[in-house]
């Protein structure tokens, strides 16, 4: 007959992950000097997200066995997860003391340091994990974005497509393979590629379902009602909204439905009707498709970037209210500093309020924040000499995003912005728009040049080496200073 602990054991294997934390807990009861009972209590909690108190069953598993190496892994599994990068790589150590050839704990120990922005170190860890286990698919991935981080691209392609022989159908590697193509230009390719994103299981879980075929070419859409659906953050939706317009030009009828929160924003498309959740219109429409999927079908290359802007626009009467809270003296310039630290690079393209220190010199300019949400303690935290004017509590506290932020832009000389939608917001109001972009930028921004193919009144400011905001600062005060 099957102890309880076995019987945890095979609901875990079966991801009952509540019968198996049941189950763990009911032997564990009996049997508390149980060091593997603790461990599968830990593996179920871990697995229905309860990293805190999975941590602390890891933790009396290893009072009871110091040396048990299991538990180290899956304890510096759950840190990273809970976010203490530190104490992770102090687990993952442990574990590699005790079994230095062990691979997923190299590989781990890499992601840990790439997400610490120590591509070099994680480098070094990817390395040690595929030389244990060469076919390793997910260090290969790994080891190609270190590489990438590194600036080391054609490296990191190798690596890709090593990992892409062994497993065709790995998500996140495709994905990170199209990134690259797309970096260097070869859209058509990276497109293709691209679609792979669907491949991941959060896309196959939150993926809208809608009743019809998708959309497979601009041929079909001819005389039909096609439903276009946004997928991922809301720059993207800004920056890929005008295929939507562009779509209208060969269907009957295009809907763009957007997070709830961009509707109002976006109703400025031209024949196009925006929709802000999943009403009935959608069952009368013949096709559907995603929103990132329209580049690829209308075969965009870097020489055919649909880059017509305005395609949006600020509401006439709120542009008036900023145009007077604003004023018209001094050299208006937006700010925003800070993205959504909940985007893995965040940390890397954010670049903080005090590296504008630089601009504190410049005579005759105002600063005045776009900034909401994450950021704006920073404020309170000005180096000495930098002044940055606030537009209010109410400033975009509505329902609605963006409506107070592209009306106040209107009424600024210039934005500069770190990568976020607030960038790309300026672009599609054709905004005079400066981005501060890092050494490896994300893949629209292409690498080299200071011109944007997507936004022609934007221009680029990017890193000379990977982590140097104040060169880049000092460049753009200079510039400002020569306006």
Not at 1 to 16: D, N, Q, V
Not at 367 to 376: A, F, P, R
Request: charged share 25%.
């Amino acid at each position: 007959m099957m102890t309880g602990k076995e019987a945890a054991r095979l609901a875990y294997t079966e991801k009952r992950f509540a019968d198996a934390g049941r189950l763990a807990r009911d032997w564990l009861q009996a049997h508390p000097e149980d060091a593997e009972g603790w461990r599968l209590l830990g593996l179920a909690l871990a697995a229905g997200g309860e990293f805190g108190p999975a941590i602390q069953s890891y933790g009396k598993a290893l009072q009871l066995r110091p040396d048990f190496f299991e538990v180290r892994f899956n304890r510096g599994n759950a840190l990273r997860s809970a976010g203490d990068q530190e104490g992770a790589l102090a687990d993952y150590d442990a574990a590699l003391a005790l079994r230095p050839q062990h691979a997923a704990s190299w590989n781990n120990r890499g992601i840990v340091l790439l997400d610490q922005n120590k591509p070099a170190e994680a480098l070094q860890s990817f390395e040690r994990a595929l030389e244990s286990q060469p076919d390793h698919v997910g260090a290969l991935n790994n080891r190609g974005n270190a590489l990438q981080q590194l600036q080391r691209y054609l490296e990191a392609v190798t690596s890709y497509d090593r990992a892409l022989a062994l497993q065709p159908d790995h998500p996140d590697c495709a994905a990170h393979r199209a990134f690259l193509e797309l970096l260097a230009g070869d859209l058509p390719q990276g497109w293709e590629r691209f679609e792979a994103r669907r491949w991941r299981d959060s896309w196959k879980s939150s993926a809208p379902q809608f009743p019809g075929p998708e959309l497979g070419s601009l041929e079909a859409a001819r005389g039909k009602r096609v439903l276009v659906y946004c997928e991922q953050g809301l720059g993207d939706t800004i920056q890929f909204c005008r295929y939507a317009q562009l779509l209208a030009d060969s269907a009957a009828e295009v809907f763009l439905l957007t997070q709830p929160r961009l509707p109002r924003l976006l109703r400025g498309l031209k024949n196009v009707r925006v929709l802000g959740d999943n009403d009935l219109l959608s069952a009368t429409c013949e096709f559907h498709i995603p929103l990132l999927s329209l580049p690829r079908l209308f075969r965009t290359d870097v020489d055919s970037i649909p880059a017509a802007v305005p395609y949006l626009n600020a509401e006439p009467d709120r542009a008036e209210r900023f145009r007077e809270r604003i004023g018209q003296s001094g050299f208006r310039i937006g700010i925003a500093w800070q993205g959504n630290p909940a985007y893995p690079l965040d940390r890397q393209r954010s670049f903080g309020l005090r590296a504008l220190a630089p601009l504190a010199e410049v005579p005759g300019i105002r600063l005045i924040s776009l900034q909401k949400q994450e950021g704006v303690s920073q404020l309170d935290h000005l180096p000495p000499g930098l002044n940055v004017e606030t537009l209010g509590e109410d400033f975009d506290s509505g329902p609605h995003a963006f409506l107070d932020t592209a009306a106040a832009m209107q009424s600024c000389d210039l934005v500069l912005s770190s990568d976020t939608s607030i960038a790309h917001l300026a672009g599609a109001l054709a905004r005079p728009v400066w981005i501060a972009l890092t050494a490896v930028p994300d893949w629209r921004w292409r690498l080299g040049s200071d011109q944007s193919a997507w936004y022609p009144t934007a221009r680029l400011f990017r890193q000379s080496q990977p982590g140097d905001w104040h060169g880049v600062f000092e460049r753009i005060a200079t510039e400002l200073k020569s306006r």
